[in-house]
């Protein structure tokens, strides 16, 4: 079976998550196809039969890019089997309402597109301190602050649970050829 993963990403979380994925699709037999959404570009070469797109949340929005790109293409996504991974800090909270909150991120993505995925994972993202400017990173620094995340600008703190991540692609391999 040949998967498209696409992603978008703003700081690279989503695209080490996509690459993991497109590495655990292509070790278990099947055949994956990486796309960067951002970057545009052809990806129908091969025939993708089913997808993973994968995005992450800023500011409480995914990228436009990645929006424009689902709404384009959602008749396609669901004719295909499809599952999205919504990428975010907040879904790491010790506080369940905002676990909550980081649950329904996908829902106006979903409404407005029109896209309707078999799957969604949530996926924690990272704190890349040494890829944001400066302003970015005294925001973050403050947010994560607040989230009782890390604090330690001197360093990159990464969420993603690996273990999670692969369960979940061995779930939607099974689930697309069911
Ligand atoms: C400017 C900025 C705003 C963010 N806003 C949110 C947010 O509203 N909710 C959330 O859960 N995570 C938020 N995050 C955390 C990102 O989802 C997380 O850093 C993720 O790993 C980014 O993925 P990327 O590296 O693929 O861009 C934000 C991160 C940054 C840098």
């Known amino acids: 079976m040949i998967i498209l993963v696409?992603?978008?990403?703003?700081e690279g979380q989503s695209r080490s998550i996509a690459e993991k994925i497109a590495a655990d699709i292509e070790a278990a037999g099947d055949?994956?196809?990486?796309?960067?959404i951002g970057l545009g570009g052809e990806y129908a070469?091969?025939?993708?039969?089913a997808?993973?797109?994968?995005?992450?949340?800023?500011?409480?929005?995914?990228?436009?890019?990645?929006?424009a790109f689902v709404r384009q293409e959602a008749s396609w996504l669901n004719s295909v089997p499809s599952a999205f991974v919504s990428v975010t800090l907040l879904i790491r909270s010790e506080l369940e309402e905002e676990r909550e909150e980081a649950?329904?991120?996908?829902?106006g993505l979903l409404s407005e597109t029109g896209?309707?995925?078999?799957l969604v994972h949530h996926a924690?993202?990272?704190?890349?301190?040494?890829?944001?400017?400066?302003?970015?990173?005294?925001?973050?620094?403050?947010?994560?602050?607040?989230?009782?995340?890390?604090?330690?600008v001197s360093r990159n703190h990464e969420f993603t649970d690996w273990e999670a991540l692969a369960a979940f692609v061995e779930d939607f391999r099974i689930a697309a050829k069911a």
């Open 6 to 10: 696409g992603y978008a990403t703003v």
């Open 31 to 36: 055949r994956a196809m990486l796309y960067d």
């Open 45 to 49: 070469i091969g025939h993708p039969e």
């Open 124 to 152: 924690a993202g990272a704190l890349r301190y040494s890829d944001y400017d400066f302003f970015k990173r005294w925001m973050m620094k403050r947010l994560a602050g607040q989230e009782n995340a890390p604090t330690d």
């Open 51 to 67: 997808a993973i797109l994968c995005a992450p949340i800023h500011a409480a929005r995914y990228p436009a890019s990645f929006v």
């Open 103 to 107: 649950r329904h991120f996908p829902d």
């Open 115 to 118: 896209w309707v995925p078999g």
